[in-house]
């Protein structure tokens, strides 16, 4: 027998209920915040990746050779894919450019509970400012989006590279040492943090002060560590006004500061945050972000860019998790023809109905009407049309509401208004 292949999955009419509900709630929040849609490609050329990470990218991605010898390679992520549009057609259009997706992206990790092969991205970029306002509104944004979705604990942690360039500056961290610190920091492994720092000639005192501004999230005690530093000191004030306007103007204030947020050095700089749902144990990152530098590195001339992606398959399991009641997938009416003679009314009336955007089907088993009504129970549908011949001499059927068993004698002609869903 077939099975799919490794660190990818199919999706139900149950699964896939989720995941539109998540599709749609999701556009309708990036468009109140005025983004607009866009797609790109499944595949890309290779060197779109490599560009900004280098050759040793290649070992994460499903990278391929077409029959043409054009080096291709699956996306893992969207935002290089969206740069290299804007660069290729909009830069001339008018700035800022807010820009949303969701997106199918592949890396050969290795597959666990919320880390697949194959998995969904929704994300944002926004192209053209870097005021206080805009960052501010981007992580406002992914926090909303979020909690629009009906998660209830979700917490945003924000860090800023900078300023953590600058503390590392200070401990004379050869660079070799400080790209082998970063995933330790990244992972908040304190203890390699620590042994590293042993390795590089850190004293111990040094080495426990780094450690607790990783972990503080106290702005003056990060502040003790960068006054030698006026361009650190400059983020560090930029910083605490995008987190007053969080606070004070976008009323969102389950954040942090947290140093440890690096997000791996290649592309980002300066601030990045990434929002977590604790209900998640180990692959607990919803969403990653920040602002970033790629435009000139694709050939474009330099604006300000920063964005972020949430993990879709994540979210749904969050919400599972947190036991959150999906709209369900539900026929409004199915109807049932007592006979084959009644089959031709019973496609009208569902062809009537639908007509009006209520969801219908009718009995294509001929299975009669107890066993109809038992498959309508099974499937929660709530009212069930019962088409007969004595009924259809008066040109009426019979209504019946599942969960009450009481039954109704209707004419044809008022069934839509009978049955119509009630204004919300
Ligand atoms: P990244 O592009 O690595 O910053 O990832 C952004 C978000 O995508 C993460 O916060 C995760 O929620 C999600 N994500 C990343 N890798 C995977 C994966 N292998 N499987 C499922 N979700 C992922």
């Not at 929704?122 to 306002?133: L, M, S």
């Not at 790629?294 to 949430?310: D, H, W």
Request: with cysteine; net charge negative.
């Amino acid at each position: 027998m077939f099975q799919v292949p490794r660190g990818t999955r199919d999706f139900t009419p149950d699964e896939m209920r989720k995941r539109r509900y998540l599709e749609q709630t999701m556009a309708a929040t990036f468009t109140s915040f005025g983004y607009g849609e866009i797609q790109t490609p499944t595949f890309e050329n290779l060197e779109l990746f490599t560009a900004k990470s280098g050759e040793s990218i290649i070992n994460e991605l499903y990278a391929f050779t077409d029959k043409g010898g054009r080096e291709l390679a699956l996306r893992p992520e969207l935002t290089a894919p969206v740069i290299r549009c804007y660069v290729e057609k909009l830069q001339m259009e008018p700035k800022p450019l807010k820009l949303f997706y969701f997106g199918n992206c592949y890396r050969y990790d290795r597959p666990q509970k919320g880390r697949y092969r194959e998995f969904q991205q929704a994300g944002c970029e926004i192209i053209g400012t870097d005021t206080y306002e805009a960052t501010a509104e981007l992580m406002a944004l992914a926090f909303t989006l979020l909690k629009n979705t009906g998660l209830k604990n979700i917490q945003l942690n924000i860090g800023n590279l900078t300023i953590i360039g600058a503390i590392l500056k200070n401990l004379c961290l050869l660079e070799d040492d400080q790209k082998r610190l970063l995933p330790f920091i990244d992972k908040a492994q304190f203890d390699d943090v620590k042994s590293v720092l042993r390795d590089s000639n850190v004293s111990e005192n040094d080495a426990e002060r780094f450690i607790s501004v990783l972990q503080t999230s106290d702005i003056n005690e990060i502040r003790g560590f960068i006054t030698d530093d006026p361009t650190a000191v400059k983020e560090l004030d930029a910083m605490e006004t995008i987190l007053s306007l969080l606070k004070n103007a976008f009323h969102i204030s389950e954040y942090e500061i947290k140093l440890s947020i690096v997000r791996g050095l290649d592309y980002y700089k300066g601030l990045v945050f990434e929002i977590d749902a604790p209900v998640l144990g180990a692959e607990k990152q919803l969403c990653g972000g920040g602002s970033y530098e790629l435009v000139s590195l694709f050939g474009g001339s330099e604006v300000p860019t920063s964005g972020f992606a949430i993990g879709f398959d994540r979210t749904i399991l969050a919400l599972e998790e947190e036991g959150f009641p999906f709209p369900p997938l539900k026929l409004d009416v199915f109807i049932v023809p007592v006979n084959p003679d009644m089959i031709p009314t019973s496609i009208q009336i569902s062809q009537e109905l639908r007509s009006h955007g209520l969801s219908v089907d009718f009995d294509q088993l001929r299975r009669g009407v107890g066993k109809s009504l038992k498959y309508a129970d099974a499937k929660h549908i709530e009212r069930v049309v019962i088409v007969g011949p004595k009924e259809l001499e008066t040109h009426t059927v019979t209504v019946r509401d599942m969960k009450t068993g009481n039954q109704e004698t209707v004419a044809i002609t008022e069934i839509y208004s009978k049955l119509k869903k009630p204004d919300v």
